[in-house]
Nanobody, 126 residues
Framework: QVQLVESGGGLVQAGGSLRLSCAAS????????MGWFRQAPGKEREFVAA???????????NYADSVKGRFTISRDNAKNTVYLQMNSLKPEDTAVYYC????????????????WGQGTQVTVSS
């Protein structure tokens, strides 16, 4: 098991940037594939990005309002921390952002991750 704590959310104007952090604790925290998901009010939780334990491979959501090109996922295993750098934010990015971990290959589905943080609110004003 790994414990996850997100931070870095807040209120930002459209076009602005935020960097979310996810601190992981646990003896094998650096061995986990890490993902970021988000959930807007009244919507299902959706995949945003994921990164393998080595940090070599990253994956981004490919839906209509894609985050690829605006968001960057990274990790620092020495600090057991995963980051989500979010640039050019849009009002539709407003959501609670969750960090998740799984011991295995990258997954893009909520049910593929067994460890979750409590979430951090991101609000983008127009």
């Amino acid at each position: 098991q790994v414990q996850l704590v997100e931070s870095g959310g807040g209120l930002v104007q459209a076009g602005g940037s935020l960097r979310l952090s996810c601190a992981a604790s646990g003896r094998t925290a650096s061995s986990y594939t890490m993902g970021w998901f988000r959930q807007a009010p009244g919507k299902e939780r959706e995949f945003v990005a994921a990164i393998t334990w080595s940090g070599v491979n990253t994956y981004y959501a490919n839906y209509a309002d894609s985050v690829k090109g605006r968001f960057t996922i990274s990790r620092d295993n020495a600090k057991n921390t995963v980051y989500l750098q979010m640039n050019s934010l849009k009002p539709e990015d407003t959501a609670v952002y969750y960090c998740a971990a799984r011991f295995g290959p990258v997954g893009v589905r909520v049910n593929e991750y067994g460890n979750w943080g409590q979430g951090t609110q991101v609000t983008v004003s127009s």
